[in-house]
């Protein structure tokens, strides 16, 4: 039973977006490792962006920055 965790920051992906990861996901363990697709797991975590850093800074401070 393969377990997938996709970790995005939580800045609106809309439902059929995250269904998509969802298949497409799925799909790519079917395709490479012959697994079954009714037994992957794929479950997608939203972070908040002041929750996730990059090189000592947050998210959300980098993107200020970048503006």
Known sequence: MPYVNIRITKEGATA??????????TQLLVDVLGKNPATTVVVIDEVD????GIGGESITVRRKAAK
């Open 16 to 25: 059929e977006q995250k269904a998509r990861l969802i298949a497409g996901a």
């Open 49 to 52: 962006t002041d929750n996730w």
